[in-house]
T-cell receptor, first 112, second 120 residues
Framework: DIVMTQTPLSSPVTLGQPASISCRSSQSLVHSDGNTYLSWLQQRPGQPPRLLIYKISNRFSGVPDRFTGSGAGTDFTLKISRVEAEDVGVYYC?????????FGQGTKLEIK | EVQLVESGGGLVQPGGSLRLSCAASGFTFSNYWMSWVRQAPGKGLEWVANIKRDGSEKNYVDSVKGLFTISRDNAKNSLYLQMNSLRAEDTAVYYCVRDFGSGWSFGMYWGQGTLVTVSS
């Protein structure tokens, strides 16, 4: 199975400041079709997960442009340019390149 | 508007069975793979299983192989998860998730989840 490792696991951030989460996969996420199926999801307290980014850097409908995904191969990053109060929650990277799909452990974003 | 509504969760004794359902609407259900993802209390996300558009291919995480069965009824726009020989570690919120299809990626739509509690 592909292991997804996120850092940090907890990120206290000041409102208006940037935040960054890293995700590393145990093997390349490049699919045989040439796509890299790496996504980022946000889970606010008491809510189901919500897709933010798919295929490394594509923002899903309705996602603010302060969220940016980047990376390639085995190393990926989610950046929030200016953290807002509504961004509090847990962020997960996940791969859907190979079965079983796997998720990172989650990174808890909280306001200082 | 895409909607995924899970049902069928509840309290079950160890060794028991439960069948989860997911009613889909707002999209052409038969064009998409569908998945189940679970989340144990206070824990992270775990993908459980998925099923191809026509039901001809099914994939499972190792921990549920031979115990859980995913199925679908495209005429009813419904997804199911039959869970047998349940164990305490199967206690979780189970989410129905729209998977790949029509050029779109996994995870664009999630249900609100249904809680399964395995306890005596």
């Amino acid at each position: 199975d592909i292991v997804m490792t996120q850092t940090p696991l907890s990120s206290p951030v000041t409102l208006g400041q940037p935040a960054s989460i890293s995700c590393r996969s145990s093997q390349s996420l490049v699919h045989s079709d040439g796509n890299t199926y790496l996504s980022w999801l946000q889970q606010r307290p008491g809510q189901p997960p919500r897709l933010l980014i798919y295929k490394i850097s594509n923002r899903f409908s309705g996602v603010p442009d302060r969220f940016t995904g980047s990376g390639a191969g085995t190393d990926f990053t989610l950046k929030i340019s200016r953290v807002e109060a509504e961004d509090v929650g847990v962020y997960y990277c996940m791969q859907a390149t190979q079965f079983p799909y796997t998720f990172g452990q989650g990174t808890k974003l909280e306001i200082k | 508007e895409v909607q995924l509504v899970e049902s069928g969760g509840g309290l079950v004794q160890p060794g028991g069975s439960l069948r989860l359902s997911c009613a889909a609407s707002g999209f052409t259900f038969s064009n998409y793979w569908m998945s189940w993802v679970r989340q144990a209390p206070g824990k992270g996300l775990e993908w459980v299983a998925n099923i191809k558009r026509d039901g001809s291919e099914k994939n499972y995480v190792d921990s549920v192989k031979g115990l859980f069965t995913i199925s679908r009824d495209n005429a009813k726009n419904s997804l199911y998860l039959q869970m047998n020989s349940l164990r305490a570690e199967d206690t979780a919120v189970y989410y129905c998730v729209r998977d790949f299809g029509s050029g779109w990626s996994f995870g664009m739509y999630w249900g609100q989840g249904t809680l399964v509690t395995v306890s005596s």
